[in-house]
Each structure stands twice: as C-alpha cells, then as structure tokens.
C-alpha cells in the first residue's frame, strides 16, 4: 500500500467508528462532529465559521473533508504516522488516538512492544525512532492484540474511577477489540 492508500484507510476506520454528530452532555469532550471534540477544535484554535468564536455551531459545521482535514494534519502528518510499515498496527495506534488521545495510544504500543520483549522502551507516549523501529521489526498482529488488551484495560479503568462513564462502556469495549 502506498502511504495514501493506509491514511485512507485508517481515515475509512475513524469516521466509520466516530460516526457523525453527538451532542451528548456526558462527553467530556463536549459537542462532536466525525470525532473531532469541541474541546479539541479549541485546542487548535479552528473556528469553522469564522464568527469570533468556537462553540457548538462549529462543530455542527463541520464537513467531513474538514475533518479529514484535521486528522491529516494534526494527527497523522504532525505524528509521522506514515513511518509505520504495517496497515494492522497503524490503523489500530491511530484509532485509539483519536479515541483516547495520542499520548495514551502511543503508552499502549510502547507497552506491547515491551511485552513481545525485543526491546525496552520508555514508556512516555513520544514516537519516535527508537519506537518506530521496534514496532517495525516487530509482528504487527501481536502488537495489533496486545494494544487491544491495553486499550480494554484502559477503558475499564477509567469507568472505575468515573461510573458516570459505564454509558460508554459497550462502545469503548468494541472500539478497543476491533
């Protein structure tokens, strides 16, 4: 696959698990169009509509080719996402990043490239060479389990901690196993 056809790919993924608009008041994120958060637009400062200010009717605003948008350049251009060799380890650390924050996504595959045990990453959620390397030389469809297995662990402990959050239970489980 070219680096196109895997950033369409995992960009088919995302929008297919984001779906499109959620007003739900228990979303920490605040109102969401495609997975792009009202507090993520402000955290980039984009005011869709050009009105002054960044609210709701932004994000209602949205159009998918600007989400698209977004995820190319503030995730899988600013992330250097396109050094991943393999479609199933990708798709999967880009999902969970738009899920549950780049950080995380990345603390989960540096844990699973340490489980498999060919290297020792420091766990600090940076991607860069040392963990490219390693997730390249490593089974894709190991890592592509084992970032599952952090990512349901991930989901079940913060519902522990917020039983607010068990409304996202069902999802958040489906979305760490796909």
């Known amino acids: 696959m070219t680096h196109e056809e895997t950033f369409q790919a995992c960009i088919t993924a995302i929008l297919d698990h984001e779906g499109g608009l959620s007003l ?28 002054g200010k960044i609210d709701k009717e932004d994000i209602k605003g949205l159009p998918i080719k600007g989400a698209i948008g977004i995820y190319r350049k503030y995730w899988w251009d ?3 996402y396109a050094a991943f060799n393999e479609l199933v380890v990708v798709e999967k650390v880009f999902d969970l990043a ?18 498999i045990g060919e290297n020792k990453l ?4 940076i991607l860069g060479g040392l963990t490219f390397g390693a997730a390249n030389r490593s089974d894709g469809n190991k890592l592509r389990q084992l970032i599952r297995e952090q990512a349901e662990e991930f989901y079940l402990n913060l519902i522990k901690k917020n039983p607010d959050f068990s409304v996202f239970k069902n999802g958040w489980l489906r979305r760490a196993k796909w």
């Open 122 to 125: 420091v766990v600090d959620g």
């Open 24 to 51: 739900d008041k228990r979303d920490p994120g605040g109102a969401t169009q495609w997975g792009i958060s009202l507090r993520y637009l402000r955290s980039i400062g984009y005011d869709i509509n050009g009105d």
């Open 78 to 80: 600013k992330l250097r």
């Open 98 to 115: 738009v899920n549950c924050g780049s950080s995380q996504s990345h603390k989960f595959l540096q844990r699973a490239i340490n489980e």
